[in-house]
């Protein structure tokens, strides 16, 4: 299995991102999909969820009305739409797994995913 994330950079605080994630060696319709970031010297965070059929999605209060998640099926892939970005975003940003059997219980805690990509840098500059 494999998830790989593209899209971060370096950019100015108000413009917007979108990440990408693509997952390869899994039913990818078959498995929730979860965005974390890490910023330097902190723990990871969650930022936002997507259940496996595509009908819930759940944010962080920080992010919320500014972040939004989605999925491709058709091209295993799931996407995280940053728009306003602030300083305080700049992070590592990963993209998750976990099987649909999972339910949405736990979708905050980063234990709780079954696979992870590397991660991609997002720079927020004021």
């Known amino acids: 299995v494999q998830l790989v994330e593209s899209g971060g950079g370096l950019v100015q605080a108000g413009v917007s991102l979108r990440l990408s994630c693509a997952a390869s060696?899994?039913?990818?319709?078959?498995?929730?999909q979860g965005w974390f970031r890490q910023a330097a010297g902190k723990e990871r965070e969650f930022v936002a969820f997507?259940?496996?059929?595509?009908?819930?999605?759940y944010y962080a209060d920080s992010v919320k009305g500014r972040f939004t998640i989605s999925r491709d099926n058709a091209k295993n892939s799931v996407y995280l739409q940053m728009n306003s970005l602030k300083p305080e975003d700049t992070a590592v940003y990963y993209c998750?797994?976990?099987?649909?059997?999972?339910?949405?219980?736990?979708?905050?805690?980063?234990?709780?995913?079954?696979?992870w990509g590397q991660g991609t840098q997002v720079t927020v500059s004021s």
């Open positions: 997507l259940t496996w059929s595509g009908d819930s999605t």
């Open positions: 060696g899994l039913t990818f319709s078959s498995y929730s």
């Open positions: 998750a797994a976990r099987k649909y059997i999972s339910g949405i219980g736990g979708h905050r805690d980063s234990s709780n995913y079954d696979y």
